[in-house]
């Protein structure tokens, strides 16, 4: 049976509130769900109308089933694997702009739209030159914003409660003040009036969010059986992990407009300092532990996060670097960060889940200076000495960028420059305790990456080297248990 709203019966028509740029797996299975529980326990009454941010898209597969499609939440809950589903019947209707461009126009000047949220990907918000008000639509998201506000602007004659609240869920640090940013810019451009801008400042708000939901998308492999399970053709599931979390710089007045945090949900309100504290602490437990983890683990013969937990010296490594070595030396309640960790690991457990340590360790020369070198370093400021696990991590991801596990070889993808690197002080080794020393300075002297030169660390050179060696001769297990 199709799903649509003639086969799922009796559901509720609701005034489209929130205007939703992204029409994709997580805004669905983590912004709409959150919606839908906000209608179903508060009462919030808003439909969602979701605009596709680019011309090509699922618009016609969301109009096809009315909106309605699925969500699977599996995961661990206190110890124990949980699965659950339920329907999303929140979205109305989903727009292409860009061959809908008059109804699109219509719905941004509704009097009923108090919302905007947004997740057109780290490359949404992003300046583009060139564009003007008379394009229809905009090519960026930036520009598509700007043009809405000021139509919304002058429609409603500068009405203070016709501002809109905009909550950007982009994995960019600071989204919603980088999209304000750019869309003051092109206002200036587009030669708009003062009164136009301090509309913006006081009857508008640009919500910077941080959003933790695991979502491996349209469960491809088993949508029959889902299909069947369900009673339904829904060609739009969408499953994600149980555990959901989101951090939303806002003041008083969209907390209160905006009650996520009184639905029963992980949902907090914060001002900038406190979210800054928190994402410094999802960084370094929820990110560091995988980044840290990632070559020791594949080293080691471990494909996959949750097998990698389940193995005793491996799952002992990540959780005692994370105990012992990360949390201990981030700033704050510590009895908290215990805790907060605990839940961090549990997810890593997810027997519903395969996480695939080859595609977590794209861009992990990166990652390990912004997610674990701040461990290290305040390990080393703290206490004078070096953390051992991290030590070795460091070790384990030179040698992973070496591209050889036993007698297999495997791609290595990040950066040119970074690849570059590795192919010359590795093509430059020739087996000897002095050639290795160079290369171990080498890889800790790359400032583009490190933004400093390690090996300014005292011990912390002659550390990795010992490790790295111990990793060519004995091999990374071994090694490990050494510890």
Same mark, same amino acid.
């Given at each position: 049976?199709?799903?649509?709203?003639?086969?799922?019966?009796?559901?509720?028509? *609701?005034?489209?509130?929130?205007?939703?740029?992204?029409?994709?797996?997580?805004?669905?299975? =983590?912004?709409?769900?959150?919606?839908?529980?906000?209608? %179903?326990?508060?009462?919030?009454?808003?439909?969602?109308?979701?605009?596709?941010?680019?011309?090509?898209?699922?618009?016609?597969?969301?109009?096809?089933?009315?909106?309605?499609?699925?969500?699977?939440?599996? /995961?661990?809950?206190?110890?124990?694997?949980?699965?659950?589903?339920?329907?999303?019947?929140?979205?109305?209707?989903?727009?292409?702009?860009?061959?809908?461009? %008059?109804?699109?126009?219509?719905?941004?000047?509704?009097?009923?739209?108090?919302?905007?949220?947004?997740?057109?990907?780290?490359?949404?918000?992003?300046?583009?030159?060139?564009?003007?008000?008379?394009?229809?639509?905009?090519?960026? =998201?930036?520009?598509?914003?700007?043009?809405?506000?000021?139509?919304?602007?002058?429609?409603?004659?500068?009405?203070?409660?016709? /501002?809109?609240?905009?909550?950007?869920?982009?994995?960019?640090?600071?989204? /919603?003040?980088?999209?304000?940013?750019?869309?003051?810019?092109?206002?200036?451009?587009?030669?708009?009036?003062?009164?136009?801008?301090?509309?913006?400042?006081?009857?508008?708000?640009?919500?910077?969010?941080?959003?933790?939901?695991?979502?491996?998308? =349209?469960? *491809?492999?088993?949508?029959?059986?889902?299909?069947?399970?369900?009673?339904?053709?829904?060609?739009?599931?969408?499953? /994600?992990?149980?555990?959901?979390?989101?951090?939303?710089?806002?003041?008083?007045?969209?907390?209160?407009?905006?009650?996520?945090?009184?639905?029963?949900?992980?949902?907090?309100?914060?001002?900038?300092?406190?979210? *800054?504290?928190?994402?410094?602490?999802?960084?370094?437990?929820?990110?560091?532990?995988?980044?840290? +983890?990632?070559?020791?683990?594949?080293?080691?013969?471990?494909?996959?996060?949750?097998?990698?937990?389940?193995?005793?010296?491996?799952?002992?490594?990540?959780?005692?670097?994370?105990?012992?070595?990360?949390?201990?030396?981030?700033?704050?309640?510590?009895?908290?960060? +215990?805790?907060?960790?605990?839940?961090?690991?549990?997810? =890593?457990?997810?027997?519903?889940?395969?996480?695939?340590?080859?595609?977590?360790?794209?861009?992990?020369?990166?990652?390990?200076?912004?997610?674990?070198?701040?461990?290290?370093?305040?390990?080393?400021?703290?206490?004078? +000495?070096?953390?051992?696990?991290?030590?070795?991590?460091?070790?384990?991801?030179?040698?992973?960028?070496?591209?050889?596990?036993?007698?297999?070889?495997?791609?290595?993808?990040?950066?040119?420059?970074?690849?570059?690197?590795?192919?010359?002080?590795?093509?430059?080794?020739?087996?000897?305790?002095?050639?290795?020393?160079?290369?171990?300075?080498?890889?800790?002297?790359? %400032?583009?990456?490190?933004?400093?030169?390690?090996?300014?660390?005292?011990?912390?050179?002659?550390?990795?080297?010992?490790?790295?060696?111990?990793?060519?001769?004995?091999?990374?297990?071994?090694?490990?248990? +050494?510890?």
């Amino acid at each position: 049976m199709k799903l649509n709203r003639q086969t799922a019966a009796n559901l509720p028509v *609701r005034p489209e509130r929130i205007i939703q740029f992204g029409e994709g797996n997580f805004l669905r299975a =983590f912004v709409d769900w959150i919606i839908q529980h906000m209608n %179903e326990k508060q009462n919030f009454d808003a439909s969602v109308a979701v605009v596709q941010p680019i011309a090509q898209g699922f618009a016609d597969m969301i109009n096809d089933q009315d909106g309605l499609y699925h969500v699977i939440l599996e /995961g661990m809950k206190d110890g124990e694997p949980v699965r659950e589903k339920q329907l999303i019947d929140c979205i109305s209707r989903c727009l292409n702009p860009y061959s809908e461009f %008059e109804a699109y126009q219509q719905l941004v000047e509704s009097p009923d739209v108090r919302f905007v949220i947004s997740n057109t990907t780290e490359a949404g918000i992003q300046w583009a030159d060139g564009e003007t008000l008379d394009m229809k639509p905009q090519p960026s =998201f930036p520009g598509k914003m700007t043009a809405l506000l000021h139509q919304r602007y002058q429609k409603f004659d500068g009405a203070s409660d016709k /501002g809109l609240i905009v909550l950007c869920c982009e994995l960019i640090e600071d989204n /919603g003040d980088r999209l304000k940013e750019m869309v003051l810019k092109h206002a200036k451009n587009w030669g708009f009036a003062d009164d136009f801008v301090g509309w913006l400042e006081n009857s508008c708000a640009f919500c910077s969010t941080l959003v933790d939901r695991i979502v491996p998308g =349209f469960p *491809r492999d088993t949508i029959k059986e889902i299909q069947a399970e369900l009673g339904y053709e829904d060609n739009l599931v969408v499953v /994600g992990e149980h555990y959901h979390n989101w951090v939303v710089k806002a003041p008083e007045w969209v907390a209160n407009e905006f009650p996520a945090d009184k639905a029963e949900l992980n949902v907090s309100f914060v001002n900038e300092e406190q979210q *800054r504290e928190i994402r410094d602490q999802k960084v370094r437990i929820l990110n560091g532990s995988h980044t840290g +983890t990632v070559a020791v683990a594949y080293l080691s013969g471990l494909d996959a996060v949750r097998e990698t937990m389940e193995d005793e010296t491996l799952g002992a490594f990540v959780n005692e670097m994370c105990a012992e070595e990360i949390v201990p030396n981030i700033p704050g309640d510590q009895e908290y960060l +215990t805790q907060f960790s605990k839940k961090i690991l549990e997810r =890593f457990y997810n027997p519903f889940i395969r996480h695939e340590w080859l595609t977590i360790s794209l861009n992990s020369m990166s990652k390990w200076e912004t997610r674990v070198l701040p461990s290290l370093l305040d390990a080393v400021e703290n206490n004078g +000495t070096l953390p051992k696990r991290i030590t070795l991590s460091l070790a384990a991801l030179i040698a992973f960028y070496r591209g050889e596990r036993g007698d297999q070889s495997y791609e290595c993808k990040d950066n040119a420059d970074i690849l570059e690197l590795y192919a010359k002080v590795w093509g430059e080794y020739d087996g000897s305790a002095e050639s290795l020393q160079s290369l171990v300075s080498t890889v800790l002297a790359y %400032e583009e990456n490190w933004k400093r030169d390690l090996n300014e660390i005292p011990g912390l050179t002659d550390a990795v080297t010992g490790h790295l060696s111990s990793i060519l001769d004995q091999g990374m297990l071994a090694t490990l248990k +050494t510890l």
